[in-house]
Nanobody
Framework: DVRLVESGGALVQAGGSLTLSCSAS????????MGWFRQAPGKEREGVAC????????AYIDSVKGRFTISRDNTNNTLYLRMNSLKPDDTAMYYC?????????????????????????WGQGTQVTVSS
């Protein structure tokens, strides 16, 4: 079975930093695009960042560009999201997700324009709360 387990969420003050991790098992991690999504109370889930299966392409929504960095360690089947200069608006449950297709060249296209990748494997989420 595919299993994605997020960790690293916490309560942090505005301006602070966090690094989220997502450990993957049960799938061929190295061949799949991966993404981070978030959902705040009363809001729709949005795609925050996406990384291609090779790691050579990344995409971010405008609100996190320059502050968040997505990366992957294909040796250890782990996805990361480094979040700097956190703002109260970043408060949400953060989820990692995996593309069901392998070596999909278009997985992350349009993320910067607000498109949500249609990934189907999901973790249980980790809570990030940013206080003002």
């Amino acid at each position: 079975d595919v299993r994605l387990v997020e960790s690293g969420g916490a309560l942090v003050q505005a301006g602070g930093s966090l690094t989220l991790s997502c450990s993957a098992s049960g799938l061929v991690f190295v061949n799949r695009a991966m993404g981070w999504f978030r959902q705040a109370p009363g809001k729709e889930r949005e795609g925050v960042a996406c990384i291609s299966w090779s790691g050579s392409f990344t995409a971010y929504i405008d609100s996190v560009k320059g502050r968040f960095t997505i990366s992957r360690d294909n040796t250890n089947n782990t996805l990361y999201l480094r979040m700097n200069s956190l703002k109260p608006d970043d408060t949400a449950m953060y989820y990692c997700a995996a593309d069901p297709r392998m070596k999909n060249p278009n997985a992350c296209l349009g993320v910067s324009a607000g498109r949500k990748p249609d990934f189907t494997y999901w973790g249980q989420g980790t809570q990030v709360t940013v206080s003002s």
